[in-house]
């Protein structure tokens, strides 16, 4: 499942957010590539070691994890590894896919979701739309300022070349409870429909059938 969440910042966070970027150190995108991922990568990065960075981190990790869906949707064991880049002047990501296993030592994690908050509203750069090729296709998303999508990251993407104009954006990963993308969309399906049921009806037996079912499949599926 592809989810796009609108608005996940506010306006507030956003201007913190694009105004630090704008006078902070970016470096070589290559930096953090894998070895055939660095082939395609044309981008510039933050730095991470800078304090710019630690302060954006905390940012963006709020604004995610306050969001309900990002609970019910992907059970985040952790979101890591966040990166924010800047393209510009003919810079692109060719076509690659997310390295499975990031970060060492005690903070090795596993990217299960990959996603992309948009920094910059779309009519500011030309080019520059995140391509996913998903089980339905190729897909095409340039989102508005603030909004951010998630897709599992064992898909083949690329962002197309910024031919004008700047376009900043933070991506990062989030290795979830459930591994498996199609068992996270079951599980999203029934939290779905046993709260739309409790919405309408109460706590039916319908209710307590589906809680239960989607309860022992969560016992099932999630590795803690
Ligand atoms: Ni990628």
Redesign the pocket.
């Known amino acids: 499942m592809l989810l796009i969440l609108d608005d996940l910042l506010s306006p507030d966070e956003l201007e913190t957010i694009t105004s630090t970027l704008e006078d902070a150190e970016f470096l070589d995108g290559k930096r953090t590539a894998g070895w055939h991922?660095k082939v395609v990568k044309q981008n510039s990065q933050l730095e991470k070691s800078s304090p710019q960075h630690e302060k954006l981190e905390v940012l963006v990790k709020a604004a995610l994890s306050r969001h309900p869906l990002v609970t019910t949707a992907l059970y985040p064991s952790a979101v890591h590894s966040i990166l924010f880049s800047r393209y510009q002047n003919g810079m692109a990501?060719g076509l690659?896919?997310?390295n499975a296993l990031m970060g060492s030592g005690d903070r090795r994690y596993r990217s299960d979701v990959?996603w992309t908050l948009f920094l910059s509203e779309p009519d500011g750069y030309t080019g520059g739309e995140l391509v996913i090729e998903g089980s339905e296709g190729e897909q095409v998303f340039k989102l508005k300022a603030g909004s951010a999508i998630f897709y599992p990251s064992c898909f083949l993407?690329q962002v197309k070349t910024v031919t004008d104009g700047v376009r900043l954006a933070a991506?990062g990963w989030v290795q979830s409870l459930v591994r498996d993308s199609q068992q996270r969309d079951l599980l999203f399906d029934l939290d779905v429909v046993r709260r739309s049921l409790f919405q309408s009806q109460g706590k039916t037996t319908e209710f307590d059938l589906i809680s239960k079912t989607h309860a022992n499949l969560l016992r099932q599926w999630a590795d803690p």
């Open positions: 991922a990501y690659h896919v997310d990959s993407h991506v």
